[in-house]
């Protein structure tokens, strides 16, 4: 019989305190349940004293402007997410927005575009992103929008000298194909890393933050974890990517940032330092990554 706690609705119990506060690097309260404001009181009191909330669309980046504005724990990243870019372009009925029913087009996507340029010049803003490519949702009839949209979010941070945060799903070539074209910004994060040692070994040569979340903590995913081993601890940054990709034993049940410490502490299990070691540099790194 399960007991009412392994109920895959229940939020998992909150983690034991980290002793050195740090950042979720990635979340998404807007999607979770709950005030912002009691999302950022559970998390802060185990220790997750920020969070970089992250809009997918126009109404989301506005939404996420307008958070960190309101709350000094809140930073921003704006942008259209690679799913949403062919939305736009192409129309959508079954989109996650439900805002682009009949095809926009080009004007439709420049429109898009230019709000995501105006909220990136705001202070409270400290990224653009979430862009890149996602080959999983999004079939080949969007792969060039997402490229162009990919490449116009490149050039919007770089003019704002703001932080690049990238949304890379079975895409790992093209993404860095792309960003090699544009050259990237100077501080460019790969959130949710999903690539190889291999690839965690291309990123660390130009200087790229990878971002863990969840998925580090599953059984099967060995590869990920050499990634982890391989990269220099102050390119390493933690996101929870909240509501989705809760850490193990949770998996399945609601996300939040308040989980960090549950991957944080696997994180330095796995590397062989201990969870205040992992911590402090996670700290130093986010602010570095996202200048704040
Ligand atoms: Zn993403
Ligand atoms: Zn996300």
Redesign the pocket.
């Known amino acids: 019989m399960a007991k009412k706690d392994d109920d895959r609705s229940t939020p998992p119990p909150l983690p034991e305190p980290l002793a050195v506060a740090v950042a979720d690097s990635?979340?998404?309260l807007d999607m979770q349940d709950g005030t912002p404001a009691e999302g950022l009181a559970k998390a802060a009191s185990v220790g997750v004293t920020t969070v970089v909330q992250?809009g997918?669309d126009v109404r989301g980046s506005r939404w996420a402007a307008d958070l960190a504005a309101e709350f000094e724990a809140v930073h921003a990243a704006v942008a259209l997410?690679p799913n949403e870019a062919p939305r736009i372009f192409l129309g959508d009925p079954d989109g996650w927005s439900g805002q682009h029913r009949a095809p926009g087009g080009a004007a439709a996507l420049d429109e898009a575009l230019a709000e995501i340029d105006a909220l990136a010049a705001l202070p409270q803003v400290k990224a653009v992103g979430?862009t890149g490519l996602d080959y999983f949702r999004t079939g080949p009839e969007g792969t060039d929008i997402q490229k162009e949209s990919f490449r116009r979010h490149i050039e919007i941070a770089k003019r704002h000298g703001k932080a690049l945060v990238i949304?890379d799903r079975d895409a790992h070539e093209d993404v860095i194909a792309v960003l090699l074209e544009e050259g990237a910004p100077e501080r460019t994060v790969f959130?949710?890393y999903s690539g190889d040692a291999a690839m965690a070994r291309t990123c660390a040569e130009h200087g790229w933050y990878l971002s863990f979340a969840g998925p580090v903590t599953y059984k099967a995913n060995h590869a990920l974890r050499e990634a982890l081993a391989v990269t220099p601890l102050d390119r390493v940054l933690i996101e929870t990517?909240a509501p989705?990709l809760t850490p193990h034993p949770f998996r399945g049940r609601p996300n939040a940032p308040y989980l960090i410490p549950v991957t944080l502490r696997a994180m330095a299990a796995h590397r062989g330092i201990g969870e205040d070691e992992m911590a402090t540099a996670i700290a130093a790194n986010t602010a570095r990554a996202f200048g704040y």
């Open positions: 990635h979340t998404h992250v997918c997410h979430e949304h959130h949710c990517d989705f």
